[in-house]
């Protein structure tokens, strides 16, 4: 890839991860304490998108991102990572999908 001069548009699911670094997985019924955690974009698409525009790409994700605070940390990630977002439920709450990760 040349710079900026090559772009694509990512279509397709998107959610906001909670993403929880732990010691070890939790026993069937059990608990543990992460280690550390974190919140940001996640799905195929956004993270497709986010990866073309880290590697110097125009990225655009046309996604069902939707209003809300999930939707509002996502937006904020795109906009870190300079992906476009076309949001197919703009003034929709509450569409986007939140996925809990546990990273041992």
Known sequence: MRGRDV??????????????????????????????????GGGPALNAAVAFSALGGIARLCAEIGEGPFADEARADLRTHGVELFDVAAGRPDVLPVSSIILT
């Open 7 to 40: 772009s694509a548009i990512f279509v397709g699911r998107s959610t906001l991860d909670l993403v929880y670094a732990c010691a070890r997985f939790p026993e069937p019924d059990g608990k543990v304490d992460p280690t550390a955690s974190y919140r940001t």
